[in-house]
């Protein structure tokens, strides 16, 4: 058999649309989730939710729908096990298929490290962590049976910068760039791609009382070299990319998405 140089190929630009394709989105009914979610769906995918909270899924779900998207809510607990485990069947029973994992679900504890407690430690673990890792696995599962597939985890500026009071929620989010890397190069061969977008300072529901404060925000702003804080629709890009054909080739990478602040030399805690 006659091998060909790639250069011999003809160039065909890869398509950043997803139509056709269906995505799980944990934590995805606000925040940079829904953002998240939003992305994939102006872009053609239709999108499962998971959320605890059932007026926020009907509220996300209706957005997705705007789009021009077919949506399934699905209430559900990323911390329990037994729920997790029925969200990958929830979805592929519904649309048929799965392309794409996007573990978006997160929470954090800020206290002293000295004071945390094994109950502290389980819930975050269970839902920053346990919850991204079994649910890879059951996905990657479906999609190895359709022969590719796009899992996109949500990591943090904690890969990079380390704040104060933040020691476990930096154990639970550092545990999701190890899953990320492992889970490249054994999902490779599968046409499987696992990779990680790290959202730096981000105004959401959860962080208004922060910018909502003058001083605080004055002082948050003075680290960001672009000046403002980041919004859902930031992550667009990077989602839409990892999750399209125009991400084929990439894998087991993180994307911090913080304007600038990771690279700052002037940055303080």
């Not at 059932?54 to 037994?82: H, M, N, P, S, Y």
């Not at 479906?142 to 904690?158: C, L, P, T, W």
Request: with cysteine.
């Amino acid at each position: 058999m006659e091998r060909r140089r790639p250069l011999d190929e003809e160039f065909q630009m890869p398509s950043f649309r997803l139509d056709n394709r269906v995505a799980l989105i944990t934590g995805g009914s606000r925040g940079l989730g829904l953002g998240m979610a939003l992305a994939l769906a102006h872009s053609g995918a239709d999108v499962a939710l998971v959320s605890r909270g059932a007026e926020e899924l009907a509220k996300a779900a209706e957005l997705i729908q705007a789009a021009g998207q077919r949506a399934l809510t699905i209430q559900a607990d990323v911390g329990d096990i037994a729920q997790i485990q029925n969200l990958v069947p929830q979805v592929t029973a519904h649309f048929g298929r799965l392309d794409i994992l996007v573990n978006a679900a997160g929470i954090n504890i800020r206290q002293p490290f000295d004071t945390f407690t094994p109950e502290d430690w389980d819930k975050l673990i269970s839902i920053n962590s346990k919850s991204a890792f079994f649910l890879c696995q059951a996905a990657a599962r479906a999609m190895r049976e359709q022969g590719k597939g796009k899992i996109i985890n949500v990591g943090s500026i904690a890969f990079d910068l380390i704040l104060p009071n933040i020691a476990l929620y930096a154990v639970s989010k550092n545990a999701i760039r190890g899953l990320t890397k492992s889970l490249a190069i054994e999902l490779a061969k599968d046409n499987i791609t696992v990779n990680s977008i790290s959202p730096g300072r981000f105004w959401t529901q959860m962080a208004d009382a922060v910018f909502s404060d003058p001083a605080r925000y004055e002082s948050i702003m003075s680290m960001l070299p672009m000046g403002r804080p980041g919004i859902p629709a930031d992550l667009a890009g990077a989602t839409v990319l990892f999750a399209s054909d125009a991400g084929d080739y990439i894998t087991g990478q993180n994307i911090f998405i913080d304007g600038g602040w990771s690279v700052n030399a002037g940055m303080k805690a």
